[in-house]
């Protein structure tokens, strides 16, 4: 009941902080979305998690998503897949999400659509923008979005929906809200997924749609994950 308690307090903190953050931006808090990322929290914690109305969470790794969701998952319960992706994990993504938010390569978008064929399921998919155009870190560059959008679309037949990004850690996040807010604009798409624990505000103002929350919600993350 206690573990309840925080989880709903920190729930209640997190709606109010988007409530008042939309009204200063003027924006309507229906159009953002909590995802509760569950990477290295227990499984006690999702549960307390759902009791308390929580229904949209993200999955960074596909064996957690397997080996969690199909325990307790119901048709309320909404799924976004929200880490790197291999190839060889599509048929299991599009087979237990309702959206991915890293599609980030060609060879992954056909690998992906291949794999809706086979399972006869469409989902939604966001593209992953490396907005710093930083090495180490996978998407796209925004320079190259617009043409990867059409290629998704045309030759593969996905459902591209939005973008998602993950501003560089020593950087303003602002600017690339900022970026992402224009690249999404000019292609006509319809989520931002930008924005977590500690900058979802930013995002908010710059009209993040979904907004990534773990230790905000959950507190701190185990040293490694456990199931």
Known sequence: MLMENFIYSNYELILKEINDT??????????????AICKRQPFFKIKQSIKV??????????????????KIKSEKIKLSFVGPLQTNK?????KYFDDIQSLDRLKLAKSLSNAQAKLKKKIKFMIQVNTGNE?????????????????????????ICGLMC????????????ALMHELNKRNNLRYLSMGMSNDYKTAIEFGATHIR????????RLEKEEI
């Open 90 to 94: 599509s048929e299991d993504a599009v």
């Open 135 to 159: 090495p180490q870190k996978s998407g796209i560059k925004p320079t190259e979005v617009d043409d990867f959008i059409k290629l998704c679309s045309s030759n593969y037949g996905l459902n």
């Open 53 to 70: 109305g929580i229904t949209n969470f993200g999955e960074n790794r596909i064996q957690d998503a397997k080996n969690r969701w199909s």
């Open 213 to 220: 929350i773990g230790s905000k919600l959950f507190g701190d």
């Open 22 to 35: 939309c009204l200063k931006a003027n924006k309507d808090p229906k159009n953002v979305k909590v995802i």
């Open 166 to 177: 993950i501003p560089p850690a020593n950087e303003n996040p602002a600017l690339h809200f």
